[in-house]
T-cell receptor, first 115, second 109 residues
Framework: SAVISQKPSRDICQRGTSLTIQCQVD?????MFWYRQQPGQSLTLIAT?????????ESGFVIDKFPISRPNLTFSTLTVSNMSPEDSSIYLC????????????FGSGTQLSVL | GQNIDQPTEMTATEGAIVQINCTYQ??????LFWYQQHAGEAPTFLSY????GLEEKGRFSSFLSRSKGYSYLLLKELQMKDSASYLC??????????FGAGTRLTVKP
């Protein structure tokens, strides 16, 4: 398994501000993924972050709104910029372990509420 | 793209067996996963199928039929702690993971 530390665990923010979420993994991984889970819904992939290159964003998500950093193989950040109440959600980072299953492991999530 | 369909909610009795179905469409199947997510927590991995058939792991089993685009998660000897959401996820080749909306299971005494 992978140990993934994600912080903050929760935050309440004002409209128009930005929040940076950090994700630290206990070992080197090639790809890190950022998901959003809106209330009562399933996970939606925001972007894939590879070390040494720009993140790849999914349809409906743009770099200006969700800038991502991936400075090394164990760390990544996701910033939620110019927040609005619609950004209230759980944000999860995840990594994939190479192996027979290549399953995803998830951080504990960041519960974001925007007022 | 992928459509992943699973029931929104299910209810079962403690000690019983419950089957959660998942149907999917994919352009290049590369694995199906089931995750468990308790309220307010991150998803945790339960099972993985890439070939047709049944994978058993303790009280949980998962079945896959690639030709039918169908999977199910079988939970036996239900316990109260099994009350959670169960997410079906499909990976498209090579590495594009998509999640279903999840099935919220309530286990009653």
């Amino acid at each position: 398994s992978a140990v993934i530390s994600q912080k903050p665990s929760r935050d309440i923010c004002q409209r128009g501000t930005s929040l940076t979420i950090q994700c630290q993994v206990d070992s080197q991984v090639t790809m890190m993924f950022w998901y959003r889970q809106q209330p009562g819904q399933s996970l939606t992939l925001i972007a894939t972050a590879n070390q040494g290159s720009e993140a790849t964003y999914e349809s409906g998500f743009v770099i200006d709104k969700f800038p991502i950093s991936r400075p090394n193989l164990t760390f990544s950040t996701l910033t939620v910029s110019n927040m609005s109440p619609e950004d209230s959600s759980i944000y999860l980072c995840s990594v994939e372990r190479q192996g027979a299953n290549e399953k995803l492991f998830f951080g504990s999530g960041t519960q974001l509420s925007v007022l | 793209g992928q459509n992943i369909d699973q029931p929104t909610e299910m209810t079962a009795t403690e000690g019983a067996i419950v089957q959660i179905n998942c149907t999917y469409q994919t352009s290049g199947f590369n694995g199906l996963f089931w995750y468990q997510q308790h309220a307010g927590e991150a998803p945790t991995f339960l099972s993985y199928n890439v070939l047709d058939g049944l994978e058993e792991k303790g009280r949980f089993s998962s079945f896959l039929s690639r030709s039918k685009g169908y999977s199910y998660l079988l939970l036996k000897e239900l316990q109260m702690k099994d009350s959670a959401s169960y997410l079906c996820a499909v990976r498209d080749w090579p590495n594009d993971m998509r999640f279903g909306a999840g099935t919220r299971l309530t286990v009653k005494p």
